[in-house]
């Protein structure tokens, strides 16, 4: 059968289970590196006539304030897309109501839910194009390569605050999210670890030890 040239481009990655035979399992995910930024967003809907320049983005800047606004006072955010609202945590167990306190609350980042029109709407057109399977490096291959390793490494350290993250070395590096971060885990082990792990709000991040 030829390979099929167009439809929504994907790639095949590795998991960490196994089969009842022992075989890998695979999963198919997005292309790790096929991502657009709000601001290429803006201009094209700017080139199409849709928006003025910077309308998109005061409009979203309003929204955003006010979204933060109404989570921030316990409400659910209905919009178009979908509704956001609070993800919430306990710190202990508790087993009775009676004893839950309110001091026994975290939280746990956003929730969203997308509205059935908008799930719909990207239903249909994932429907009409199919997929394209798009073959890349295998993973085992690509962190194989030590100097390909670094030299993704250093493109995804914020140039300022000296730290990656999983998704950003995914980004430069072509891995899966399991490999990116099994990959990053070991530059943190030794007695003279590449990189150091810490937590920063609710997010994993992965520190040069040295400059």
């Not at 993704?152 to 950003?168: A, D, F, M, Q, R």
């Amino acid at each position: 059968m030829p390979r099929k040239k167009d439809g929504l481009p994907f790639e095949v990655h590795r998991s960490p289970k196994a089969s009842e035979d022992g075989s890998v399992i695979l999963y198919a995910s997005p292309l790790s590196d096929c991502s657009i930024g709000f601001s290429k967003i803006e201009e094209f809907l700017s080139l199409k006539n849709a928006v003025s320049k910077g309308e998109l983005q005061r409009s979203f800047d309003a929204f955003l304030d006010e979204c933060v606004r109404w989570l921030g006072m316990g409400y659910r955010v209905q919009t178009p897309l979908g509704v956001f609202s609070l993800k919430l945590g306990m710190k202990r167990t508790v087993t009775n109501p009676r004893e839950v306190r309110h001091d026994d609350v975290e939280f746990k980042g956003i929730e969203f839910r997308p509205s059935a029109e908008f799930s719909k709407s990207v239903r249909d057109i994932v429907g009409r194009k199919g997929f394209r399977y798009v073959h890349k490096a295998d993973s085992t291959v690509l962190m194989a390569n030590e100097t390909y390793m670094m030299k993704s490494l250093k493109e995804s350290i914020h140039p300022e605050e000296g730290y990656t993250t999983v998704s950003n070395f995914m980004l430069h590096s072509g891995l899966s999210k399991y490999a990116a971060t099994k990959q990053l885990k070991q530059w943190c082990l030794g007695p003279h670890p590449r990189l150091r792990q810490r937590k920063l709000g609710h997010s994993i991040i992965y520190e040069l030890t040295e400059p």
